[in-house]
């Protein structure tokens, strides 16, 4: 069974650039999150989809960052414009509808800004 | 004060040894409970889930949890090279709550 695949797996950019991300879950996984993780902690989640309905997006700082998914299959995680700050490893997971728990991790992308 | 807490560490124990890894959490709200191990540069690896109080065990591991007093721990019995890596706690009620990870590293 394929895993959560993301691109890029690494990707530098100057402030104020912008930046997005890709995401294709495990087939059958109806949920999707994207979670930052910013070096030395854990990951802090950003944003969760059902199907292509948002159901969490409290912790996403929606003046710069947006997501979408829209078949309710792959994602994309859109930073814009980019801040020093938002350094950082973004992960994208899946799991089934109701199994919050057992979530599957891509690989991640890590972003560098300068 | 954090929901989730853990040891950063760094960790470092002999080839053989038992490790004990561990988080204290302050919702009581949370549900279930997991473990993850995250290797460099990797995404995490989900090593072991659990909904009640009590012990799970699965090989060497086995995972705890004491709802009443807001704590779970992980054991590793026979620690190898190969298991080193960061090792996360998460719990939650609906989304995951991630503790900060704890470096293990298990020397030969």
């Known amino acids: 069974e394929a895993g959560v695949a993301q691109s890029p797996r690494y990707k530098i950019i100057e402030k104020r650039q912008s930046v997005a991300f890709w995401c294709n879950p495990i087939?059958?996984?109806?949920?999707l999150y994207w979670y930052q993780q910013i070096l030395g902690q854990g990951p802090k989640l950003l944003i969760q989809?059902?199907?292509?309905?948002?159901?969490?997006d409290s912790q996403l700082p929606k003046d710069r960052f947006s997501a979408e998914r829209l078949k309710g299959v792959d994602s994309t995680l859109k930073i814009q414009p980019a801040k020093l700050e938002d350094s950082a490893v973004y992960l994208c997971?899946?799991?089934?509808?109701?199994?919050?728990?057992?979530?599957?991790f891509g690989p991640g992308t890590r972003l560098t800004v300068t | 004060q954090k929901e989730v807490e853990q040891d950063p560490g760094p960790l470092s124990v002999p080839e053989g040894a038992i490790v004990s890894l561990n988080c204290t959490y302050s919702?009581?709200?949370?549900?279930?409970f997991m473990w993850y191990r995250q290797y460099s540069r990797k995404g995490p690896e989900l090593l072991m889930y659990?909904?009640?109080?009590g012990n799970k065990e699965d090989g060497r591991f086995t995972a705890q949890v004491d709802k009443s007093s807001k704590y779970i721990s992980l054991f590793i019995r026979d620690s190898q090279p190969s298991d080193s890596a960061t090792y996360l706690c998460?719990?939650?009620?609906?989304?995951?709550?991630f503790g900060q990870g704890t470096e293990l590293s298990v020397k030969p």
């Open positions: 997971a899946s799991s089934f509808p109701g199994q919050p728990g057992e979530q599957y």
């Open positions: 087939s059958g996984h109806a949920t």
């Open positions: 989809f059902q199907n292509n309905g948002v159901v969490d």
């Open positions: 919702n009581s709200a949370f549900q279930y």
């Open positions: 659990t909904y009640s109080s």
């Open positions: 998460a719990m939650g009620g609906g989304k995951l709550i």
